[in-house]
């Protein structure tokens, strides 16, 4: 059974940083992992990407330079370090792979 479970959300003050975990199994091959956000009120968007070999691709122009995308293979795990986070960031942030999602994990950046 096929299963991404997200962790490392919370709450952060603007210009803070918080690092997210996309754990993943049931998977039998190298997978692609992306993460995308959704703001209240607005459209789900794609933030990143990191394919199976490891290639990664920051897609949301506003988070480039800020944002890295990384996997360990070893741990089954995909990550998103954010750096200097915004209050507009406030979102619930998802990884996915395939057609699979996980549940989601709250990100609140207030101050």
């Known amino acids: 059974q096929v299963q991404l479970v997200e962790s490392g959300g919370g709450s952060v003050q603007p210009g803070g940083s918080l690092r997210l975990s996309c754990k993943a199994s049931?998977?039998?091959?190298?997978?692609?992992v992306n993460w995308y956000r959704q703001i209240l009120g607005k459209r789900r968007e794609l933030v990143a990407t990191?394919?199976?070999?490891?290639?990664?691709?920051v897609s949301l122009g506003a988070v480039q330079g800020r944002f890295t995308i990384s996997r360990d293979d070893s741990k089954n795990t995909a990550y998103l370090q954010m750096n200097d986070l915004k209050s507009e960031e406030t979102a619930v942030y998802y990884c996915?792979?395939?057609?699979?999602w996980g549940q989601g994990t709250q990100v609140t950046v207030s101050s």
């Open positions: 049931g998977f039998t091959s190298t997978y692609r």
């Open positions: 990191i394919s199976g070999t490891g290639v990664s691709r």
């Open positions: 996915t792979s395939g057609d699979f």
